[in-house]
C-alpha cells in the first residue's frame, strides 16, 4: 500500500514543483506545507497533507473534495433516509 502512495505523491507533485524549478525539494515542500495550513515540523507534515493539498491546489474553492462527492446528497432528508437504509440506491 504504502508503494501506491508514494507513485500518487510522486505523481502529482511532478508537475506541480516543475513549476517551481528554482525550489529544491525541502523548500517546495516547506511552501506546500505553508498553504495546506500546516504549521508543524516539516518531519511530521504527512502524504495525506501532502496528496490532499496537491489535489486541491489549483481547484476551485467550491469545489468538492475528491473522494466525498459520491456522499453528497443535495437535500438533508434524502440523505438521512439514505443513511437509514429507507431509499435503496
Keep these: 500500500m504504502k508503494c501506491h502512495r508514494l507513485n500518487e505523491l510522486i505523481s502529482l507533485l511532478q508537475p ?14 516547506q511552501k506546500l506545507a505553508e498553504e495546506s495550513g500546516f504549521s508543524g515540523p516539516i518531519e511530521q507534515l504527512t502524504d495525506d497533507i501532502l496528496i ?10 467550491t469545489e468538492e473534495i475528491p473522494g ?3 456522499d453528497y446528497e443535495e437535500d438533508f ?11 435503496k440506491d
Excluded: C, S
Design 77 to 87: 432528508k434524502t440523505a438521512l433516509l439514505r443513511a437509514r437504509g429507507v431509499i
Design 52 to 61: 490532499y493539498h496537491l489535489k486541491m491546489r489549483d481547484a476551485d474553492k
Design 16 to 29: 506541480a514543483w516543475q513549476k517551481e524549478p528554482d525550489l529544491n525539494l525541502l523548500q517546495f515542500l
Design 68 to 70: 466525498l462527492k459520491k
